[in-house]
Structures are given as structure tokens and as C-alpha cells.
């Protein structure tokens, strides 16, 4: 049983640029929450995704924006880089019913130049 | 605004020992609790979680206790492994369920002596 995949594994881009990460849930789960971890902070919410639509957002800017399809899988995009937009981000699956219980992906590393 | 924090960020114990990681939250409407384990390079792992009508729960070498009076949350690991080597993260989440993000505090590194 595979667990929460995501890709790439690290990224690098320039400031202004778009990025896209993406994240495959754990088998049998069927929403997806993305999180932003900063060098030595815990993760930050940013946003939840179910049945292919945003259900809450946390404080995070409109540059940040999501998708989820049918199978469930999801992306996080990221547009108009900044240096502060560097970090670890990652991808949580959860069943809609347990959502306290989320498993999470490896992460993407993501830096910005 | 109201978040979940650790009064530690190193723990240092010797190898069989208990370990004890402490958190602080101050949303008195959050109603999971959970402990996360993360390895350098690895996404947080869950290790157990509790619910705010408990005051205790149990898994394999691991214990939450959760105190409601003073907003205090801990986790307790039995005969302390060069494995528990990690940052430990408690999370938690609002009631309410569905649609609920968790909020995660610093961390605590625990470092285990050999």
C-alpha cells in the first residue's frame, strides 16, 4: 500500500517565477491538505482540498492556489516567486471524516534564487 | 492569535530512558490533539492522537496525556531508542471536524544519548 507520493523531490526556480508541485494521496484517503515548512518551524496550513474543491484556506496569500482531480491526487501552485516562499512543502492525505488524522508526503524542497 | 507551542526545543535523554516532550496550547476550542514525528529529510509521521473528552491515551512505547485545566499537552516515550532521534511536533485541530486544517507548533529535538 503505497503511502502519500509527492514530486519532484526538490526544486529550484528564480524570483517571479510559477512553480507546481504535486502529491498523490495515501490509498483510500480522499482529501488532501497542503503545508508550508520553513528551516526549523513546524508546518503551516495553507490550504485542504475535497471532492475537487478548496473547503478552507489558511493565511497564505491568492499567489498560492490549488487543484485536486478525480482520482483524488492534487497540485499546489505557487505564482510570482519570492525568496520567502523557500521551504519544505507538503502534502497531508486524509478520509474527509478523520481529518485530524493526516498522513503526510516526504515533501517537495522548494528554492527560490 | 491563539496557537499551539513547546516550552523545549532540545531534549536531550540517555538511551532507555523515558522521554517526556511537553506542549502548550491555548485554543481552548481545538478538539484533536496530535503528536507528529520528524526525521531529518522525512515528512512528519503521526504517532498518536487524542481527543479532548480523554485524558489519557496509550500506543506501542508512547503516551499522550492531555490536561484541559491547564492547556497542557505530552507525550511520553518508554525505553527511549536511538530511532526516537527526531523533532516531535504536537498539532492540533479545531472542533468541527470536515474541513479543518491542523496548527503545528516549533517542535522539540529530541537527542538521544548513547
Known amino acids: 500500500d503505497a503511502g502519500v507520493t509527492q514530486s519532484p523531490t526538490h526544486l529550484i526556480k528564480t524570483r517571479g517565477q510559477q512553480v507546481t508541485l504535486r502529491c498523490s494521496p495515501k490509498?483510500?484517503?480522499?482529501?488532501v491538505s497542503w503545508y508550508q515548512q520553513a528551516l526549523g518551524q513546524g508546518p503551516q496550513f495553507i490550504f485542504q482540498y475535497y471532492e475537487e474543491e478548496e473547503r478552507q484556506r489558511g493565511n497564505f496569500p491568492d499567489r498560492f492556489s490549488g487543484h485536486q482531480f478525480p482520482n483524488y491526487s492534487s497540485e499546489l501552485n505557487v505564482n510570482a516567486l519570492l525568496l520567502g516562499d523557500s521551504a519544505l512543502y507538503l502534502c497531508?492525505?486524509?478520509?474527509?471524516?478523520?481529518?485530524?488524522?493526516?498522513?503526510f508526503g516526504p515533501g517537495t524542497r522548494l528554492t527560490v534564487t | 492569535g491563539e496557537s499551539v507551542g513547546l516550552h523545549l526545543p532540545t531534549l536531550s535523554v540517555q538511551e532507555g530512558d523515558n522521554s517526556i516532550i511537553n506542549c502548550a496550547y491555548s485554543?481552548?476550542?481545538?478538539?484533536?490533539f496530535i503528536w507528529y514525528k520528524q526525521e531529518s529529510g522525512k515528512g512528519p509521521q503521526f504517532i498518536i492522537d487524542?481527543?479532548?473528552?480523554?485524558d489519557k491515551r496509550q500506543g506501542q512505547r508512547v503516551t499522550v496525556l492531555l490536561n484541559k485545566t491547564v492547556k497542557h499537552l505530552s507525550l511520553q516515550i518508554a525505553a527511549t531508542q536511538p530511532g526516537d532521534s527526531a523533532v516531535y511536533f504536537c498539532a492540533e485541530q479545531g472542533y468541527g471536524g470536515g474541513a479543518d486544517g491542523l496548527t503545528f507548533g516549533k517542535g522539540t529535538h529530541l537527542i538521544i544519548q548513547p
Open positions: 487524542i481527543r479532548s473528552n480523554m
Open positions: 497531508a492525505s486524509s478520509h474527509y471524516r478523520i481529518t485530524y488524522e493526516q498522513y
Open positions: 490509498s483510500g484517503h480522499d482529501t
Open positions: 485554543n481552548s476550542a481545538s478538539d484533536y
